[in-house]
């Protein structure tokens, strides 16, 4: 029988070009749909207002999130930098956060991956492809990380590679007349509303430190994982939104699962067989995201049960591939049923308020340690500190109120959750919580 330390050891296996592949592909579906939301409240040239901001959170936010994966590079990510710097209270806020996001991003990415196949086959509802990407994806994180790992990284190349080939289609199509028209919102109130689309482009590419712990040298491989990644997510963000805004009328794609697909159909025609070849392998963004986000909630669900904050069963491996299987099930029952609720941009809402509330208990986690522990080992240090934590705090606080002021619902419904889970914890938890 294994010890406990060994049965909740998880395999340190993961190269740079494995958190590269991680990185982008967490976050790369954000190009293939989400984001067009934008367009309906902002205009084209408001959100391009909207991402370059959101841009700079992300910029600053990285370099300075890394300094905290390094320096603990534990499964639990943001709950355990939190944990260390500010104490158990608010290193529960930044799991639940994470959960939060992490838990409600895939249901979303479900629904577009239900809505690409149906554009292909429209026998076949969104819903049921919905629910079988759960049953097969689930699975596949079954069967070990360096398998789920190598699987990441074929599905997100071929995901990128297409993005160029979209690119590559529609750049002799580009008008400045198109993307200009009707550009900018009636009051700067639109630009705000569209920050949870903005923050879609690059959404979860912190789910990097849940691998953390899976990382061979985790000191040298993660900064470079983490910057290769914002770099390449960066430039596909800024092409795909340009690009396809001055392709044709982006009004028609403002309200839609399948922008991509769409615009293709629109400039070359529907029956054209590159608009076909383009949405099935288009597929491929969306599994990458939706595989690579599996992968990080299993983790987090993973290492706060380790640590007492969620049922301890849900920190037990499978004896044969050492995976967090009942954290992947748990994990995927609640995708499940939020499926069943909700449309694709109230679900997006909800898992950016969930991003920016923990990027801002983050940053406070990483002054917090600089002031507590100034002499500890930093493998990455933050570069032009405080400045940049300083920028992302001061962006992600700026976020959260623009988000919450036009959805308040979603808000309210963010903070009761947190709130109940807090207070849950309190009365019946496994540790003592200040």
Known sequence: MASNQE???????????????????LVISGDYFGWNYGWSTA????????????????????????ELTTMIPKAGGPFSYAEKALGPFWGLAAG???????????????????SYVHFLYPNIPV??????????????????????????????????????LFMGIVVPHFEAENFLRDAFPLDWGGIFAAIPFAIWFYLAIEGVAMVAEEVDNPRKNVPKGYIYGIVTLVLLAMGVMVFTGGATDWRKLSNIDYPLPETIGLVLGK?????????????????????????????????????GYLPRFLSRLHPRFRTPHWA??????????????????????????????????SMISLFA?????????????????????????????????AIAWFNPIQTGIFLLVLALSLAGYKFFGKKPIE
């Open 127 to 164: 819903l049921t492809s919905a629910i079988g990407s759960y049953v097969i994806f689930t699975i596949i994180n079954f069967l070990g990380v360096k398998e789920s790992a190598t699987f990441t990284l074929f599905i997100t190349i071929l995901a990128v590679g297409e993005l160029l």
């Open 43 to 66: 205009g084209t040239v408001g959100f391009l207002i909207a991402t370059i901001v959101i841009t700079i959170l992300y910029v600053t936010f990285i370099f300075s999130f890394t």
């Open 369 to 401: 340690l600089r002031k507590k522990e100034p002499n500890a080992d930093r493998p990455f240090v933050t570069p032009y500190y405080p400045w940049f934590p300083g920028i992302a705090l001061g962006l992600s606080i700026f976020s959260f109120f």
């Open 328 to 361: 992947l099930l748990a994990g995927g029952a609640v995708g499940l049923v939020s499926l069943l609720t909700g449309t694709t941009g109230q679900v997006i809402t909800l898992s950016a308020i969930g991003a920016v509330a923990m990027y801002i208990i």
């Open 271 to 307: 029956q054209n067989p590159l608009t076909k070849i383009f949405t099935s392998i288009g597929l491929f963004g969306l599994i990458a995201s939706f595989h690579s986000i599996m992968f990080g909630y299993s983790r987090e669900i993973f290492a706060m049960a380790r640590e």
């Open 96 to 114: 639940y956060a994470t959960l939060i996001e992490f838990l409600l991003a895939p249901p979303a990415i479900a629904f577009a991956l239900g």
């Open 7 to 25: 049965s909740s050891t998880l395999k340190k296996v993961l190269k740079p070009i494995h958190l590269w592949a991680i990185a982008v592909g």
